[in-house]
Antibody, heavy 125, light 112 residues
């Protein structure tokens, strides 16, 4: 079955760069968008951005200047970097497979059918 | 950005009764080309990632019980849970995927 696993430091200092990796198993990493979504403790969900296997990316404008998402198709890894972090970036970070193929093999993006369990990143000195 | 607003923020329902959650988008998420609405619903239980329940505003994801139903078009959408069960206690989110950035409602907490 499809499994996603986020990994990375659970504690990052203010002004430093948050780096996370999502390992994908049970699914081709090609031909899908892979998204990062975050959730501050006790709060709602915020889409950070996504990447397609071609390397095409799309970021949330609220974070665009600080975010980089990359894909290593050989390792089946999707990575997130968020620079110049502050306490407001403290959140559970999820990676998720985005989109699906219908019976005509047409791809629809935008929904998230598989999620990792998430990893809590705390920004604190 | 399309702003998604859910109501109510919290809802207490007796076991076996109906729960109704509303979601309103700040602009239409309906595609005139195919009459589909780019609106999804997720369920998030405590300590777990969200789970996709509904997409295209009313299509249940494979394996989702049929007590979950959804409707709506344009800017107004509803998720209904008929015959609430204890395992349905969760926070429910709507999400639009009409335009990036994809955006979520603030969530509705459903409790017994």
């Amino acid at each position: 079955q499809v499994q996603l696993q986020e990994s990375g430091p659970g504690l990052v200092k203010p002004s430093e760069t948050l780096s996370l990796t999502c390992s994908v198993s049970g699914s081709s990493i090609n031909n899908y968008y892979w998204s990062w979504i975050r959730q501050p403790p006790g709060k709602g969900l915020e889409w950070i951005g996504h990447i397609y296997d071609s390397g095409t990316t799309n970021y949330n404008p609220s974070l665009k200047s600080r975010v980089t998402i990359s894909l290593d198709t050989s390792k089946k890894h999707c990575s997130l970097k968020l620079s110049s972090v502050t306490a407001a970036d403290t959140a559970v970070y999820y990676c998720a497979r985005e989109g699906y193929y219908d019976s005509s093999a047409y791809y629809f993006s935008g929904t998230f059918d598989y999620w990792g369990r998430g990893t809590l990143v705390t920004v604190s000195s | 950005d399309i702003v998604m607003t859910q109501s109510p923020d919290s809802l207490a329902v007796s076991l076996g009764e109906r729960a109704t959650i509303n979601c309103k988008s700040s602009q239409s998420v309906s595609h005139s080309s195919n009459n589909k609405n780019s609106l999804a619903w997720y369920q998030q239980k405590l300590g777990q990632p969200p789970k996709l329940l509904i997409y295209w505003a009313s299509t249940r994801e494979y394996g989702v019980p049929d007590r979950f139903s959804a409707s709506g078009s344009g800017t107004d959408f509803t998720l209904t849970i008929n015959g609430l069960q204890a395992e349905d206690v969760a926070v429910y989110y709507c999400q639009q995927y009409y335009n990036t950035p994809w955006t979520f409602g603030q969530g509705t907490n459903v409790e017994i």
